[in-house]
Structure formats: C-alpha cells, structure tokens
C-alpha cells in the first residue's frame, strides 16, 4: 500500500518539475519560467499508483528491480521470494546508447548515472551537462545547441540512414 509520505512526494514531485529550482529535481539552469502557463497544458500527466509505488521500493530497497508483490505472490509470479534484478549487463555491448546527464538532476543524480554506466557492458557516448536540471534536457531554452546537436551527432554516426 501506497502511505501518506509517498502520497506528499508524489504531489511536491510533480509540482516541483515545473518550478526553477526545486528540491526534488535539481535546480534547472535554462528553464524558461515565463512559459510556466503554456507547459501546465500538458503536465502533470497521470500514472498508476503501482508504478509510483514501485519506484518507492527501489528507493527504499536501494534496488532496480522488477515490482515487489510481496513473498506469497512474488512466488507465483517470479518462482522466488524477492523480485528479480533487473541486470543492466544483459544489454548487449553492439547496442549503442546515448546518455545524457546534469550535474543540478537531482532525480537522475550522478551518482545513479554513474552506477548504471558501470553496470552497463557497453562504454556509452556521455553527455555531462554541469548546470542542467532534470527538466533543463527537455525544455531548455539552449536544449538545441546543448543536447539535440550532440544526440544527433551521435545517431549520425551511426552510419545507417534513416527511411523518414
Ligand atoms: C520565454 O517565454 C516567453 C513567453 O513565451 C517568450 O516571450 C520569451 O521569448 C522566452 N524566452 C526565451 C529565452 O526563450
């Protein structure tokens, strides 16, 4: 069951993303703040409880594993008591993968960033953005110079040509 405290996170998280500077999501550097009106059309966006209540377990677990039901159901569904890893190194090293990361995310922090590109087999192309925020990725003002032009760079090299 979801308790009272995730419930207060959950609200403070999402109101959060749409402020400047924000304890949940790292203060965004390049975040246009007069444009606050038009970007609540589209959010916050709903998600299930589960979901919300699964990312609370890992938290808590310090995990990143599939949804814990509990022992009895955990044994149904994955034949043991706790729920499986999910194992980052099964991702195999002829995929290439892109990452971005701020320095100001307080959500995808670098210490989670850098776990995760340990984890990973593969040696990912890495974007470090000191000042970015969580929400400096998706709607900074210099998101096109910052970000697009290197991520586009890097699936351009790729070498194999898009059908659009
Ligand atoms: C910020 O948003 C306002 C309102 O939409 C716009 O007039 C202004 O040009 C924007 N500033 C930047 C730097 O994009």
């Known amino acids: 069951m979801t308790n009272i405290a995730e419930v207060q996170f959950m609200i403070i998280l999402t109101l959060g993303f749409l402020t400047k500077s924000c304890i949940c999501s790292g203060e965004n550097c ?6 606050i009106d038009s970007y609540l ?4 966006h709903p998600s299930s409880s589960k979901n919300l209540h699964h990312l609370f377990q890992m938290i808590r677990e310090g995990t990143f ?3 814990d039901y509990g022992v009895w159901k955990n044994l149904m ?7 499986p890893a999910f194992d980052v190194s ?8 892109w990452m971005g990361y701020g320095g100001n995310d307080a959500l ?3 210490a989670d960033v850098q776990r995760t590109i ?3 087999v593969s040696k990912p192309e890495l974007l470090y953005l000191e000042n970015y925020g969580h929400i400096d990725f998706l709607l900074s003002t210099r998101g096109k110079e910052d970000v697009y032009d290197s991520m586009l760079a890097f699936f351009g090299s790729l070498g194999k040509t898009s059908s659009y």
């Open 41 to 44: 059309e589209y959010e916050p």
């Open 90 to 97: 099964s991702i195999p090293s002829s995929l290439p993968i």
């Open 30 to 35: 390049c975040f246009n703040s007069s444009r």
């Open 118 to 120: 340990k984890e990973l």
């Open 77 to 83: 569904h994955y034949k043991q008591r706790k729920p």
């Open 108 to 110: 995808a922090d670098v």
């Open 65 to 67: 594993a599939m949804y």
